[in-house]
């Protein structure tokens, strides 16, 4: 055999190689969490009641959902949390529609008190989702919601 021929099969053989790896590596790769169907409101307190900060969305990844932390901010102060932030706030509480799936809800009671102190305007409320395999999404602005006195 000469050395053209053998040279020729050997890169051959790397390229036919290279493309099978990729896309065997492309097959098994995970895919980052997905959040949909995102809103958020408040709900001022009234009479007796107290009132609350809400957000809900569907979130989905193909090896399931295993955490969603959500954090609110007034826009006016133009915060601008990172993934990192969101690590080390509060999480949703998630209820699997299926095995990818789950549906989450965040709710914030927010006393006569508290409600005093918010900041009036539009704020804005980030999200970082965590799906069971490591992936994680950060949505730095998922939805906004209006706070009036």
């Given at each position: 055999?000469s050395k053209?021929?053998?040279?020729?099969?050997?890169?051959?053989?790397?390229?036919?190689?290279?493309?099978?790896?990729?896309?065997?590596?492309?097959?098994?790769?995970?895919?980052q969490p997905?959040?949909?169907?995102?809103?958020?409101?408040?709900?001022?307190?009234?009479?007796?009641?107290?009132?609350?900060?809400?957000?809900?969305?569907?979130?989905?990844?193909?090896?399931?959902?295993?955490?969603?932390?959500?954090?609110?901010?007034?826009?006016?102060?133009?915060?601008?949390?990172?993934?990192?932030?969101?690590?080390?706030?509060?999480?949703?509480?998630?209820s699997p529609?299926?095995?990818?799936?789950?549906?989450?809800?965040?709710?914030?009671?927010?006393?006569?008190?508290?409600?005093?102190?918010?900041?009036?305007?539009?704020?804005?409320?980030?999200?970082?989702?965590?799906?069971?395999?490591?992936?994680?999404?950060?949505?730095?602005?998922?939805?906004?919601?209006?706070?009036?006195?």
């Amino acid at each position: 055999m000469s050395k053209r021929v053998l040279v020729s099969s050997v890169i051959g053989v790397a390229v036919v190689g290279a493309v099978a790896a990729g896309g065997f590596a492309v097959a098994f790769a995970g895919t980052q969490p997905t959040v949909e169907s995102g809103s958020a409101a408040y709900v001022a307190p009234s009479g007796k009641d107290a009132g609350k900060v809400s957000y809900t969305a569907d979130v989905s990844d193909d090896s399931g959902v295993r955490e969603v932390r959500i954090i609110a901010w007034p826009v006016s102060t133009k915060l601008n949390p990172t993934a990192t932030d969101l690590q080390f706030v509060d999480t949703a509480t998630c209820s699997p529609t299926s095995d990818e799936t789950a549906h989450c809800t965040y709710d914030l009671k927010v006393t006569r008190q508290r409600a005093a102190r918010l900041e009036q305007g539009t704020w804005q409320v980030s999200v970082l989702a965590t799906a069971e395999d490591g992936d994680t999404k950060f949505v730095p602005r998922a939805a906004t919601f209006e706070v009036t006195r």
